[in-house]
């Protein structure tokens, strides 16, 4: 599968963002989808994580309680809607996918199709 990150730009600190990350081909909806970000200087991190189905999810604990990945499996397009944004949330964000079943605690490793990236800003 190919993605396409999209959605990234330069916001205040407190304002949203909506990532979409848009894939090819016709078996989108058996793929786990995630999130990753990687900030200047750093390594690359896990954010969030959604089932095929957009039944489960799980987030990084520093993205919790304001961030939600979702996804529309008709579109193959997956989202991360990004609230309450912080200096720290500062990062190229990618889209990745894995045939792999969906459960908490995958890494980067596991997952083998990436996209582009999009950059992030928020400024303090």
């Known amino acids: 599968v190919q993605l396409q990150a999209s959605g990234g730009g330069l916001v205040q600190a407190g304002g949203s963002l909506r990532l979409s990350c848009a894939a090819s081909?016709?078996?989108?909806?058996?793929?786990?989808m995630g999130w990753f970000r990687q900030a200047p200087g750093k390594e690359r991190e896990f954010v969030a994580a959604i089932s095929w189905s957009g039944g489960s999810t799980y987030y990084a604990d520093s993205v919790k309680g304001r961030f939600t990945i979702s996804r529309d499996n008709a579109k193959n397009t997956v989202y991360l809607q990004m609230n309450s944004l912080k200096p720290e949330d500062t990062a190229v964000y990618y889209c990745?996918?894995?045939?792999?079943?969906?459960?908490?605690?995958?890494?980067?490793?596991?997952?083998?199709?990436w996209g582009q990236g999009t950059q992030v800003t928020v400024s303090s």
């Open positions: 990745a996918a894995t045939k792999a079943p969906f459960r908490t605690g995958r890494t980067q490793a596991d997952f083998g199709s």
């Open positions: 081909g016709r078996t989108f909806s058996t793929y786990t």
